[in-house]
């Protein structure tokens, strides 16, 4: 079966295609998708969690430890507000960005955002072994991750200017349709 596609209304003004943000929920692929799209577009990726980690010099594990999830949010809100101005960019925010009306606002109107939209059955399989996330370090990590989902799609939703599902697809074919509607 052919993976399923969903256009929002509202397509992106052409100019700010240069700038391509990936958002969605941890494990969704936004990392592995936006290095491979980086690499078809020429330009440069980025990942906003990782280079809070690389500016800090701790995990984002930590930084949740010390300073809670509020103070990691005003860390990710002042680095999404720098990224989003470079040009020629791939970039992967981290999935809670959504949070944040800035962040939103910073996304939707600095370039061309996707929602990779992932079922909460192969998030928990993609995120099952992974120990560097702060938010599922639960008794129950599905259902965190079912919690996540449900409060944070309507946000993922309302700043994409296209939904790709990465269920199914592999990321050559999530990619290959970003890059498709781009064109």
């Known amino acids: 079966m052919a993976p399923a596609f969903f ?11 240069s700038r391509i943000f990936l958002v969605g929920p941890m494990g969704s692929g936004k990392s592995t998708i936006g290095q491979h799209l980086a690499r078809a577009r020429q330009c440069r990726f980025m990942d906003s969690d990782q280079e809070i980690e690389r500016r800090t010099g701790v995990k984002i594990a930590l930084i949740f430890e010390i300073e809670g999830e509020d103070g990691f949010r005003d860390r990710e809100a002042r ?26 606002r910073c996304l939707r109107e600095r ?29 129950d990590p599905a259902t965190t991750l079912q919690h996540i989902v449900t409060t944070r799609e309507p946000l993922y939703e309302e700043v994409a200017h296209l939904v790709v599902d990465t269920g199914k697809a592999s990321v050559k074919q999530v990619v290959k349709r970003i890059m498709s509607s781009i064109a």
């Open 111 to 139: 370039g061309y955002v996707v929602y990779l939209k992932t079922a909460v059955e192969k998030l928990v399989e993609r995120t099952r072994f992974d120990n560097n996330r702060p938010l599922l370090r639960t008794a």
């Open 7 to 17: 256009f929002p209304a509202v397509a992106a003004p052409v100019s700010e295609t």
């Open 79 to 104: 680095i999404i507000d720098e990224l989003t101005r470079h040009d020629e960019i791939v970039l992967a925010t981290g999935g809670g960005a959504v949070l944040r009306a800035e962040n939103r």
